[in-house]
């Protein structure tokens, strides 16, 4: 008898929920991560970052794991063909221990190696790990979902609070999984690890946010997490989209430090529930009657987007540490994505699509809802008249320009473009495309 446990979106080994109950059976653990090809093979850069991070995170696995006499078997290519492959050279597999993915792709994939698997007669133990709650645990009275945050967030609290494990809530109770480690599968044959370059990348020389984070961030959270040029947010979201660290030891620490703080965490399990329960957002609006609006497209001006070169210096800083960084502040985030969909009306996706190219910290549901809600036509959406103005952003939130020097070298001279649409302007054709949408 054997387990595989599976690696996808949760890669560590304390604190991991499927790998702790497939090494708590006793039964022997091999634990495996597949370089999927159906996702690499979409990338256009060739030194994407994520993939750096991965292979970087997949080596320090199995590093972790050769401690214990174990290694990580890693595998490149699609999963269903290795699952196949694996199973035709183990005839010892009979249990198969993974994480919950809540992305189409992710349960479309899951479903045909389930069905590989019954038809081996091979069990499959999923669990949740990603989140605190999963798309049904938070349900308005009714059954129905919560589509506005608020009320979402004060039911996910009551939850919280509804079962203790000792003094913690019981949803927040870790899962020492380092402490069955005698079951990980004993090392045995090779076990090299596919390199960047046989795969067909190469190093990114973009440098990755630290896994620790210091203690007075999060507690000065509430007050300094708004301004750009301040180091006031926790640059934690590559580690949440990967499950290099753990979601319950993180909201753990958020319930003493932060309640702000854990606020975000729980946008973060809104999101996720709005795409399992609607998955159309994943490519169209939330709100139908949005699809009525009358995009605009101008390449030139995309571009200057993309490029951080519209005139508007809290756009074109925003846009600048993106491509240099991968990371962009959420102040800011908000300031672009409003700027491409209502000062140049173009459609969210195309900006969507940008920044799941760019962010370390892409992930699919939060990034819908993030450029849905600034578009108007998320779940709680910012209404379409509520157009942010760039320049009183700078104002409130960058009044020394100190963020905006940071990434515009140029700004103040001659060099810096005059801005490419004016505000007035823009807002006036805005609002008219939406009600004309609306009506
Ligand atoms: C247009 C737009 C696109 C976005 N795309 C993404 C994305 O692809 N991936 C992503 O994780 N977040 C996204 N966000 C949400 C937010 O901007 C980032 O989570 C945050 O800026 C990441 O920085 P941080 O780790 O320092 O976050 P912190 O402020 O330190 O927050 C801690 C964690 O809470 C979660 N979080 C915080 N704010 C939100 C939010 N509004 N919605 C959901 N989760 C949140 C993230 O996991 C984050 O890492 C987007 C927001 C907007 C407006």
Same mark, same amino acid.
């Given at each position: 008898m054997k387990n595989i446990f599976w690696f996808r $979106? %949760?890669? /560590?080994?304390?604190?991991?929920a499927g790998l702790y109950h497939a090494l708590r059976s006793g039964i022997p653990t091999q634990c495996i991560f597949i370089f999927d090809t159906n996702i690499l093979d979409?990338?256009?850069?060739?030194? %994407?970052a994520r993939v750096s991070f991965i292979h970087q995170v997949v080596l320090n696995l199995n590093g972790q794991l050769k401690e214990y006499g174990s290694q990580l078997k890693v595998y490149y290519g699609e999963p269903v063909a290795v699952w196949k492959n694996i199973l035709k050279n183990d005839p010892d597999i009979t249990s198969v221990y993974t994480n919950r993915d809540y992305e189409t792709y992710a349960l479309d994939r899951d479903e045909k190696v389930y069905q590989l698997l019954a038809a081996r007669d091979v069990k499959l133990h999923t669990y949740k790990d990603? +989140? #605190? *709650? !999963?798309?049904? !645990? +938070?349900?308005?009275k009714d059954g129905t979902p919560y589509t506005v945050f608020t009320p979402y967030k004060k039911k996910w609290i009551e939850k919280l609070h509804s079962k203790k494990a000792g003094q913690l809530s019981y949803y927040f109770k870790s899962y020492p999984? +380092?402490?069955?480690?005698?079951s990980l599968a004993k090392k045995n044959g090779g076990n090299e690890i596919i390199s960047l370059e046989t795969m067909g990348f190469s190093q990114s020389s973009i440098s990755f946010p630290d896994i620790e984070v210091k203690q007075k961030i999060i507690k000065e959270y509430g007050e300094?997490?708004? @301004?750009?040029? +301040?180091?006031?947010?926790?640059?934690?979201g590559i580690h949440f989209r990967f499950g290099t660290i753990s979601i319950r030891e993180k909201a753990r620490r958020a319930e003493q430090l932060s309640d702000v703080y854990l606020s975000e965490l729980v946008w973060r399990d809104f999101y996720s529930q709005i795409l399992s329960h609607f998955p159309k957002v994943e490519t169209s609006? *939330? /709100?139908?009657?949005? &699809?009525k609006v009358k995009w605009r497209y101008e390449e030139s001006e995309f571009h200057a987007w993309c490029q951080g070169k519209t005139g508007y210096p809290m756009v074109d800083a925003g846009m600048r540490e993106l491509n240099e960084t991968g990371y962009m502040h959420n102040r800011v985030r908000m300031i672009v994505a409003s700027f491409l969909t209502k000062?140049?009306?173009?459609?969210?996706r195309l900006g969507e699509a940008y920044f799941a190219e760019k962010l370390? %910290? *892409?992930d699919l549901a939060s990034n819908s809802g993030g450029w849905q809600w600034a578009a108007g036509?998320?779940?709680?959406?910012?209404?379409? *008249? $509520? #157009? @942010?103005?760039p320049t009183s952003q700078q104002v409130k939130f960058d009044k020394d320009f100190v963020y905006i020097k940071r990434w515009i070298k &140029?700004?103040?001279?001659?060099d810096y473009p005059e801005p490419i649409v004016d505000h007035k302007y823009a807002r006036e054709r805005c609002l008219k495309a939406y009600k004309e949408a609306l009506a």
């Open positions: $979106r %949760d890669l /560590r080994l304390q604190d991991n979409k990338l256009n850069d060739r030194t %994407d990603h +989140v #605190i *709650f !999963e798309k049904d !645990e +938070v349900l308005k999984s +380092v402490k069955y480690s005698s300094k997490r708004n @301004f750009p040029a +301040v180091h006031g947010t926790s640059r934690l609006a *939330f /709100r139908d009657k949005y &699809e000062h140049l009306l173009m459609d969210w370390l %910290d *892409f036509c998320g779940t709680d959406a910012a209404p379409y *008249f $509520r #157009i @942010f103005n &140029e700004w103040g001279t001659a």
